[in-house]
C-alpha cells in the first residue's frame, strides 16, 4: 500500500486533511511542496494535479484532489478510525457543516491571509517576473487572485469577508451550546474543517472581533481541538513561512 | 416510512434532489413550495428549514437540507438503485465534480436566472412591501441577492458569472471526450448537479455561447439526460412559472 500526501504548511487546506490523517493514525508518506518557490505551479507538481493546488493525496496511483473530497476519501478507505458519523443522519450533519465551512467560510479567511501575507510577497517580486509566475498558473481565478493579491483587496471585498467571518462565529457558537463537535457528539471532519479554516487563528487574525469575549464555546472548541494528539502532530509539520509573514501558523507551539 | 420532499419548480436546486428520487424510484410525498408567493420565507416553512430555502427533505422525521448532502443522504440510505459509485475513487470522481458544480457553476448560472426573472418580479413589487418580504429572508446572503435582483446585477458581475459558464461547458466538454458520464461509466448524482444547474438550459439561456457548435458532446450528454425515464419523470413536475419569465423551465415538455 503506498499513501502519500503532497502538503505545503500546516494551515488552510494543507493541515485539514493532515489532521484526519493524524486522526486516524495512517502511515503515510509527506512530500512537502514549498509555496515559497511557488512549487505548486512547477512542472513536476502539475504533472501530478493539473489544476496546480495543495494538498493532493495519492492512494496507490489514485489522485485525489480537494481537501473535503480527501476526507471522504480517507473515511471510505480506512474506516479503523472513524472521522464521520456511522449512521446517514449525522453524515448529513457533517456534510452540511463542511459544505458551509467550504463555501462561506474559507474563502473569506483566506482572502484576509492573502491580502497580509500573499500580498507582501506578490509586491516584493519585480513585475515581469511576476507576470511569468502567473501565467504558469493553471486555475484562471487562482491567477486572478494572484494579481488582486498583489493590487490590493478593495476595502469593501474585506469588509463583506469579514462579515462572513462574523457569521459563521455566531453560527458556530450557538451551535456549540448543544453541541459537543460541530456534527454532534462524535469529532469529524468537519470540526478539522473549521479548524484549518478558521478557528484556530481567527482571534489572533481579528483582534478586534474580540472572539474571546463574543465566542466563548468557539474558545474553548478551540482548546479541546488543540489538546487533540492527531491535531497537535498535524501543527507540528514543517512551516518555512517567514516567521514575520505568519498570520495562519506558528501561535499553538 | 415517511419521506417528503418539499421543492419547488422542477429546475434549479429543486430538480436536482428530484432528479435523484425519480431515479431512485423511491416512493416519496411531493410538497410544492411556491416561489411565487414566497413560501419558503414563511412561518410554516422556515419552521421546517430556518434558512428558508428550498428543497427540504424530510425521512421519518429528520430534516436534510442542501441539495448536495441530501443526494448523499439518499445513497447512504436507499442503496437498491444506486447513483454513486461502489468504490471509493469513484466516488471521489463523482465529489470532485459535485463539488465543482456547487462552487463554479451554480451560484453563476443562478446569478442570470435572477437578473432575468427574479429582477422583474421584485421590480413588480412596491417598494414598501418589498422591504417587507426582504425582512422575513432568514439568510444574509440571500437578502442581499434580492436586493440585488431589484436594484440589477453589475454588468461586470454578469460578465465574470458567463466566464464561470464558458469555463465550466469548456471543461466538461474535454471530460466527456473519455467519459460517458461525469464520474465515468455511471450516471451519477454529478450528473443530475451540472444538468438541473447548468446543463438543461445552457444552449437556451446563452444563444451568444454557441453551444451546440462549441460543445457537441454536452448537448449530446443533455439529449442522453433527457431521454432518462428519471429525468423525464422530474421535469413533469408542476411548474407555476410564468410562461413569460421562463428562463429554466418548460423547454422539455
Redesign the interface.
Known sequence: MSLVYYHAEPAANSLKSMICLKEKGLDFESRYVDLHKFEQHSEWFVAINPEGQVPVLVHDG?V???T???N??LE??FPAVPLRPAD??G??RM??WN?FV???VMNYVSMHGWHRMVGVIARSIDSGEFEKLVERIPL??QRKKWQTARSGFSEADLAHAT?KIV?ACAKIEAHLAENVWLAGDMFTTADANFYSMCGMMVERMFPELEVAKNYPRVIDWRERMNARPGVRAALEMPDHTNPALRTWTGHVR
Chains 1, 2 share one sequence.
Open positions: 489514485a485525489i484532489t480537494q473535503s473530497v480527501i471522504e476519501y471510505d478507505v446517514a443522519v453524515k448529513a456534510r452540511t459544505k467550504d463555501e462561506h484562471p481565478d462579515d457569521y
